[in-house]
DNA sequence: TCGTGTGAAGAATTTCACAGCA
DNA sequence: TGCTGTGAAATTCTTCACACGA
């Protein structure tokens, strides 16, 4: 799909935006949100590449996708770059976010902060577990996941974070799915395989650790073979 | 750097996985370890791919990085291949783990078994402040960073994870690496500059739920210009 | 026949380099 | 002069397609 788009150079395309930039519009964000709160008005795609490890035109081309956003001469005005990619990103509204599974991680999550001051606001907390069920956690109350349907509709919910068991994960997925909420993050180690559309992205932790352990191993340890790790006990 | 390299096609040059491959070996390990629990003998790249939604050509080039390991016509023994893995990823061994700020992120962390169940054994905790310093968790008494270098001799510690406010992350990884540990999981949302040879693997939690909002806005409102998001309300 | 390993083609992403605006 | 926006080149990653081993 997608043959070849005669090259009318509309402003930009919003939907061609790259999946890698994609990723790359948050640490923008983050870092204008910083300067912004410094008060800081102008930055040039030098400056904030450098800030964030990304060539300067990588910063170009990933913030032209959205339009011409810079000013010659002078660099991105920072209120408005902030603006854009709030909006880009869906950021310059609430959402509201259901946290479902109130096992260790679930409870972490509550109570980190990171959450709502990017808007994302968590106003339902469910459980499988009847033993939960009912026990209070700031100013909510653990429902049961039966009651998933009713309260999305109830109090407008339109995401998920699932940190519920592995084995879990799939049949909570389709349950929110049938819910009506549009999007889920999955603290699950498994692939969701859901009916149909319904936005996931996955973070599994113990993937991270591994991926540093690879890093370590492979800077530590020139070896050039199939052979063991070295002991290091 | 790294010019023109003769193709003396070497069985593979692990220094050349790329960082793309990198991240779906974990996906890979994890899905062999679940067969191997379940007694499966071999899998091929077709059905290994097909579960984890990849492609079967992108599997075997994937595994080919590390010399020839499946069988024509029979497909990749499990035992052995993520005996592979887990040589390459470096959870053939278990490493020694120091978690870093007992806030709430940091007491999940630890409550969350996943680490402990890849041979990631959370071996020492941290805080930097004394009103938490001694307070117990499991089997484990906090200690205060300034112990950081002592302990990490002591036990041999080799990786941190980091879950400490993001103003004293900088300072913190400063400490870690002058410590001697090789590797951080980092939970802070900024980028760590630390003086020089220094794993370290960045979780932004926040950054994640705005690649949700992006991913649900980008499917939800075909909408093709710089226009508000909708209320939606 | 089934299924790997792998060059070669193709697609996606990043970097280069420079015209042009403030 | 300072700095963006952007084609074109370079690089990286993925898919194709097929020879060959079990």
Chains 1, 2 share one sequence.
């Not at 410094?38 to 400056?47: D, R, Y």
């Not at 577990?129 to 509709?153: A, C, Y």
């Not at 889920?184 to 996931?200: E, G, H, W």
Request: hydrophobic residues 40%; aromatic residues 6%.
């Amino acid at each position: 799909m997608n043959k070849d788009r005669p090259k009318t150079s509309q402003p930009t395309d919003p939907l061609a935006t790259p999946k890698a930039t994609i990723g790359r519009l948050s640490l923008y964000l983050r870092h204008l949100e910083n300067l912004f709160q410094a008060g800081q008005e102008t930055i040039s795609s030098n400056k904030l590449g450098e800030a964030l490890d990304i060539s300067d035109a990588q910063v170009r081309k990933d913030l032209g996708y959205f339009g011409p956003m810079g000013h010659p001469g002078v660099g991105y005005r920072i209120a408005q770059l902030r603006e854009k990619l709030r909006s880009v990103l869906g950021t310059n509204r609430d959402w509201n976010v259901a946290l479902i599974g109130m096992g260790n991680l679930g409870r972490a999550l509550f109570g980190y902060g990171g959450f709502h001051r990017r808007g994302f606001i968590i106003s339902a907390l469910f459980d499988q577990d009847p033993q939960v069920v009912g026990s209070v956690h700031g100013n909510l109350t653990v429902h049961h996941i039966s009651e998933l349907s009713v309260l999305t509709r109830e109090l407008g919910l339109q995401l998920a974070i699932l940190a519920v068991p592995t084995p879990a994960a799939n049949d909570v997925a389709t349950r929110v799915q049938a819910a009506g909420i549009v999007g889920v993050l999955n603290f699950a180690p498994t692939r969701l395989t859901v009916p149909k559309d319904l936005s996931i992205v996955s973070v599994d932790l113990g993937s991270e650790l591994e991926r540093l352990a690879f890093d370590v191993n492979r800077r530590l340890i020139p070896s050039d073979d199939d052979t063991q790790a070295p002991p290091l006990e």
